[in-house]
């Protein structure tokens, strides 16, 4: 079941067809309602990492229709936090769980994932935001998973990918954000071996007392059998 307007509310379909995040734009009350729920995001988002694919599919689809029917500032922000926070519990960065699904068996999941990045691009509130997000997808290797399946002669898929090269061939991104993110990344290594380095540290300060006890039995034993040996035992 795939949900597209119908002016007077929503009606079932096979798929939905050639939508385009640049023109599909018409709010509707009830999907800001909705949209307006709380924990509805995240619910959403934790879908995106559910076992089954239909479920995930139509997880993507609720979730660029909330990004193309509500108010792009609105519909961005709330879609952006509930991919971190989610990201967050699963120890990865936001996003990630897009760019696996670009590289999916099942078509709907694959054309959905690339439908919501292409409605999260072009309902960035600035340019800022917006070459932010892709710079965070290009970090994550889109392009690559993308170009696994731009031999596709699905309709659908070509028309998302041609969606996905307009919103971000024209976006330069700046060097130095590839830098900071570089010495970022090694920041936070460091940081963990720092970490690691640090619970050693603890473990063998709470070992010692042991060590110190266990020192002493060996230390009471052998004068034990030092004296039973003197006294000829």
Request: proline share 3%.
């Amino acid at each position: 079941m795939k949900l597209v307007s119908d002016m007077g509310g929503w009606k079932d379909t096979g798929r939905l067809t050639n939508f385009d995040p640049l023109t599909n734009r018409s709010p509707h009350p009830t999907i800001v309602q909705l949209c307006d729920s709380e924990g509805l995001m995240g619910s959403l988002f934790r879908l995106t990492y559910s076992r089954h694919l239909k479920s995930i599919s139509r997880a993507l689809e609720l979730l660029f229709v909330f990004c193309n029917f509500v108010d792009s500032r609105h519909s961005f922000t709330r879609v952006l936090s509930a991919a971190s926070a989610t990201a967050r519990a699963h120890d990865e960065p936001p996003f990630a769980v897009l760019v696996r699904h670009l590289s999916s068996g099942d078509l709907d999941v694959k054309l959905n994932a690339l439908t919501l990045i292409n409605s999260l691009i072009s309902c960035a509130p600035g340019r800022h935001e917006r070459e932010r997000l892709i710079f965070q997808l290009d970090r994550l290797r889109v392009n690559e998973s993308l170009l696994e399946s731009v031999d596709s002669r699905d309709d659908l898929w070509r028309t998302q990918l041609d969606v996905y090269t307009g919103l971000t061939q024209h976006i330069d991104l700046p060097g130095s954000w590839y830098e900071a993110d570089f010495y970022s990344g090694k920041a936070h290594a460091l940081a963990l071996e720092l970490e690691d380095a640090r619970r050693s540290l603890d473990l063998f300060r709470l070992e010692q007392p042991l060590v110190a006890l266990l020192q002493e039995e060996v230390l009471r034993a052998h004068r034990l059998v030092g004296r039973a040996r003197k006294r000829g035992v």
